[in-house]
């Protein structure tokens, strides 16, 4: 039996990088997977080239900033596959600026996406569990600026340090009832959101000699890691932000 077999997990951020790849691997781990992006066409795309049958998962439309929208993405989740057993949070946006020029727009939207996004699929997870006395997982990709301060990217760092402080926060509260809390902070990662970083050979050599391992990493090496925190492999696991950057964060210079 895979060691995912028979349960059910929301993904957001499906419609591409690693959602798309945490929505693969979890299916090849025998889950059932409600895929859910703002594009819905996006996230649909992510199903139609796995080649699916219809069954084993369902692409829906959501912005996960908006509450009552989670609330029914989620509940029409549970209806679907009678159950739901985690979500893994992958949605975020990135901003540029610093403290002196950072547009209040840009700042409140990676708020919304990236803080309030996870916040909402999480509370709507943690009721429904505890309402059903179930057990389950959460996990919330936070990323390398979430554990140290990188310049010029100001809104991006403050959210995913507050993806942090949620990890740990629902972690320590929802622990006594069988609900583990996890999160992940990638490195450079391979996906559509770094491309422009990674355009010039230059500025991408500069990437690849920051992380000790001397390359960007990818999709699917986030997902395998996902896949591990959400299984029965990781049962006294919660709390933790695991690293997974290639080393980076273990002494090497920023980029």
């Known amino acids: 039996m895979s060691k995912l077999e028979g349960r ?3 993904v957001t951020g499906a419609g591409s990088g690693i959602g798309a790849a945490t929505v693969a691997r979890l299916i090849e781990d025998g889950a059932n997977v409600v895929a859910v992006d703002l594009d819905q066409a996006a996230a649909q795309k992510t199903l139609d ?3 699916l049958d219809a069954s084993r998962a369902v692409a829906v439309g959501v912005d996960v900033s908006d509450e009552d929208k989670v609330d029914a993405m989620t ?5 679907k596959f009678g159950g739901l057993d985690g979500v893994v949070n992958c949605a ?3 901003g540029v600026g610093n403290i002196l020029d950072t547009d209040h727009g840009v700042w409140d939207l990676n708020m919304n996406v990236n803080i309030e996004g996870s916040f909402n699929t999480s509370q709507a997870f943690c009721r429904y569990a505890r309402e059903h006395n179930r057990p389950g997982s959460i996990v919330n990709i936070s990323s390398q600026a979430g554990v140290e301060a990188v310049p010029n990217r100001l809104s991006y760092v403050t959210s995913k340090h507050g993806v942090v402080g949620l990890t740990r926060g629902v972690a320590i509260e929802m622990a006594p009832h069988g609900i583990r ?3 992940i902070a990638p490195g450079m990662i391979a996906t559509a959101m770094t491309a422009g970083m990674r355009a010039d050979p230059e500025n991408l050599e500069k990437i690849r000699k920051a992380h000790p391992i001397g390359r960007e990493g990818q999709p699917e090496e986030i997902a395998a890691v996902i896949s591990f925190l959400l299984s029965d492999d990781a049962s006294y696991v919660t709390g933790i932000m695991m690293p997974v950057d290639g080393g980076i964060t273990a002494g090497a210079a920023s980029f």
């Open 49 to 51: 080239g796995l080649g």
């Open 181 to 183: 809390c996890n999160g």
């Open 75 to 79: 509940a029409e989740g549970i209806a």
């Open 8 to 10: 059910t997990y929301i």
């Open 92 to 94: 975020g946006v990135r």
